[in-house]
C-alpha cells in the first residue's frame, strides 16, 4: 500500500537519502492506548494534501486508517466526544474497507526506511486511479448502508421531496393510514413519489 504524507518541502531531499524516523519525523501525536503515541500520519490520495509530500511503501500489518473528518472536527472545536470518535474509527489496514471514510487517514507507528521512499513519478496513474475517488466511492457505501435500514431511507426520501415540495411543480399531499401516514408528491401531474411512514 501507498501513503502519501506531508512534508516540510525543505526536507525532501534529505528524506528521500533516510526515510523517515518515527522519532524525529512524527507528524501526529494521539491518544492511544491510555499514552500519547507518535505517528506518522499521510493519506491514501495526494488529493487530500495541500502542501508538498512524500509517497512512501506501507506495512499493512503495522499500519492504520482513521477516519480524519473526525480529526479535522476535533481539532476545530476541541471537543473531547469529536476526539474519542476519532480514536475509536481507528482500524487496522487490513480490516478497513474501501469507502468507509470521506478521507481515509494512514497512521504509521513506525520509522519508514529510505528504501520504502517511492518516486511520485512512477506511481502518477495509482494516484489518478481509484483511489483518488474515495470520495464518490464514500458516498456510494453511504447510499448502501441507508438502503439497507428503510426507515432511515424512508426519512431521508420525504424529507428529501418536502424540501423540493417549496419547488411550485411538486404538490404535497398527506394521507392518513391508521397510526402511518401515506405522503403522495406529484410533479407536474405527470410524476408521482409515494412514501408510507
Known sequence: MIAFIPIDPKKKK???????????????????????????????????ISTDFVAARVNTENSYIA????????????????????????????RY????????????FSSINKEDIVDVSKIKDLSNSLLSKND??????LVERITQNPNIAKNIVLD???????DSRITKK???K???????FI?????TWTVEI
Open 14 to 48: 534529505m528524506i528521500a537519502e533516510n526515510g523517515l524516523n518515527i522519532e524525529n519525523d512524527y507528524n501526529k501525536k494521539i491518544g492511544l492506548w491510555g499514552i500519547n503515541v507518535k505517528c506518522i500520519s499521510g493519506f491514501l490520495s495526494p488529493e487530500a
Open 160 to 166: 428529501y421531496f418536502s424540501r423540493l415540495g417549496g
Open 187 to 191: 410533479q407536474e401531474n405527470k410524476y
Open 97 to 108: 474497507r474501501f469507502g468507509e471514510y470521506r478521507i481515509p487517514e494512514i497512521l504509521i
Open 178 to 184: 391508521g397510526d402511518k401516514k401515506l405522503y403522495i
Open 136 to 141: 464518490q466511492v464514500y458516498i456510494n457505501c
Open 67 to 94: 477516519n480524519y473528518d473526525l480529526w479535522t472536527a476535533f481539532e476545530a472545536t476541541q471537543n473531547g466526544e469529536l476526539n474519542r470518535m476519532y480514536v475509536n474509527s481507528i482500524v487496522n489496514l487490513k
Open 174 to 176: 398527506v394521507i392518513g
